[in-house]
C-alpha cells in the first residue's frame, strides 16, 4: 500500500502488513502524512500515534505540539503504549501544553503498567526526583531494574547511580561499576562516561579513554558541554583532549 491508496476501514487498517505500513511511512512526506491523518480519523491508534510525531517533528507537515498531543491523546486513550508515554513527555516538557508533572506521571505510569520500556524508564525518573509523585527511590529503582531486564541501556545506567551512591541499595562500586558497563556497551553515551570515569579511578586509564571517545557520537550538545568542562580538569592529557573536543567539536588531538 502506498500514501496514495487510502484504507476504508479499521478492519483494513488492521490486516496492513508492517511491510504495507512501512511503505506508507517512508513515501513522500506531504502525502505519508495524508494517509495518516485519514487513518487517524478512522480511528487507528498506531496512525494517530505516528501522526502525533510527525506533528512534533515537523516531518511532511509544519510542526504542530498541540496538535500532536491532540494526536497522542486519541491513542493513549485506546490504550496504546506510545501513545500514553508521548502524552507523558508532552505534559513533562511542555509540548503543546503547559508543563504538568502529575498528568505526566499519570500517562507515564500507565505505559510502565502496559509493559512500554521507556514508560518503566520515564516513571521511575519522576518517582527518583519526587516531581508529579512521591518521592521513592526504591520504587523508582523497581522500575529501573524491570526495564533494564528489557534491554533498556538508559535504565542500566540509572542503576549504576543508585550502586554508586547508595540510594535504595547498600553502596556497591562493583555493582555500580558493571551496571555502567552494561549502559555502556549498550550504547548509552552517559553509560560510557560513567563507565570511564570507574574504570579511571581504578587505574585503566587506557580503557577509559576509548569509552570517553565515543561519548560524543551519541551525546547531546548540554551534554558534551558538562562532561566537556570536567574533562579539562583531568590529570591525563588524553582525557584533556576529549574534553577540548566536545567543547568545541574538534577531533581530539
Known amino acids: 500500500m502506498t500514501h496514495s491508496q487510502k484504507p476504508s476501514s479499521l478492519d483494513e487498517i488492521a490486516a496492513l502488513s508492517p511491510a504495507a505500513w512501512r511503505a506508507v511511512i517512508d513515501s513522500d512526506p506531504?502525502?505519508?502524512?495524508?494517509?495518516?491523518?485519514?487513518?487517524?480519523d478512522l480511528g487507528s491508534a498506531d496512525a494517530q500515534a505516528v501522526l502525533g510525531q510527525w506533528l512534533l517533528d515537523g516531518h511532511g507537515v509544519e510542526a504542530n505540539p498541540a496538535e500532536a498531543l491532540s494526536q497522542f491523546m486519541k491513542a493513549g486513550r485506546q490504550g496504546h503504549v506510545m501513545g500514553m508515554n508521548m502524552c507523558g513527555r508532552c505534559f513533562e516538557n511542555c509540548w503543546g501544553t503547559a508543563v504538568d508533572m502529575f498528568a505526566a506521571a499519570n500517562w507515564f505510569?500507565?505505559?510502565?503498567?502496559?509493559?512500554?520500556?521507556?514508560?518503566?524508564?520515564?516513571?521511575?525518573?519522576l518517582l527518583a526526583t519526587g516531581k508529579g509523585v512521591k518521592k521513592c527511590d526504591e520504587e523508582a529503582l523497581q522500575w529501573y531494574m524491570t526495564a533494564a531486564k528489557s534491554g533498556h541501556v538508559k535504565s542500566m545506567t540509572k542503576i549504576g547511580h543508585f550502586f554508586e551512591d547508595g540510594r535504595a541499595v547498600a553502596k556497591d562500586p562493583e555493582a555500580a561499576l558493571d551496571w555502567f558497563k552494561k549502559g555502556a556497551e549498550g550504547g548509552d553515551f552517559r553509560g560510557q562516561f560513567n563507565y570511564a570515569s570507574m574504570l579511571a579511578e581504578r587505574g585503566r586509564a587506557e580503557e577509559a579513554l576509548l569509552w570517553l571517545e565515543k561519548v560524543p557520537l551519541t551525546a547531546t550538545a548540554a551534554y558534551k558541554r558538562l562532561v566537556g568542562e570536567k574533562l579539562l580538569s583531568s590529570p591525563h592529557t588524553a582525557f584533556q583532549a576529549v574534553g577540548r573536543a566536545m567543547l568545541t567539536g574538534a577531533s581530539p588531538a
Open 109 to 125: 505510569r500507565q505505559a510502565a503498567h502496559k509493559g512500554l520500556d521507556a514508560g518503566m524508564y520515564n516513571y521511575a525518573n
Open 30 to 40: 506531504p502525502g505519508a502524512v495524508e494517509w495518516m491523518r485519514h487513518a487517524s
